[in-house]
């Protein structure tokens, strides 16, 4: 079982940056595909980024978010530059052993909460 917890959401200006952090407890974090997506009104999920070996972006963030990992810490971390009110949404972190997929929220395993993330224009 792995918990995971977001935090860093917040009210920006456009522009602006934010950092969410995700803290996960258990002792196998390294060896788990860690995503971030993010949901907004009445819109469906979506993916933003996801990190293994390697990363991956979501067209729409990639050049202005980056998606990194601190194994040592159990954390994963969404440093989001440039933010614009489009971004608004609350962004979810989620973990997956098994990952073919790193886009679809159906293949991961484990969710947090959520972090609100409002930018203003």
């Known amino acids: 079982q792995v918990q995971l917890v977001e935090s860093g959401g917040g009210l920006v200006q456009a522009g602006g940056s934010l950092r969410l952090s995700c803290a996960a407890s258990?002792?196998?974090?390294?060896?788990?595909?860690m995503g971030w997506f993010r949901q907004a009104p009445e819109k469906e999920r979506e993916f933003v980024a996801a990190?293994?070996?390697?990363?991956t972006y979501a067209d729409s963030v990639k050049g202005r978010f980056t998606i990194s990992r601190d194994n040592a810490k159990n954390t994963v971390y969404l440093q989001m530059n440039s933010l614009k009110p489009e971004d608004t949404a609350v962004y979810y972190c989620a973990a997956g052993r098994e990952v073919p997929v790193v886009t679809q929220p159906g293949q991961y395993d484990y969710w947090g909460q959520g972090t609100q993330v409002t930018v203003s224009s």
């Open positions: 990190i293994w070996w390697g990363t």
């Open positions: 258990g002792r196998t974090f390294s060896s788990y595909v």
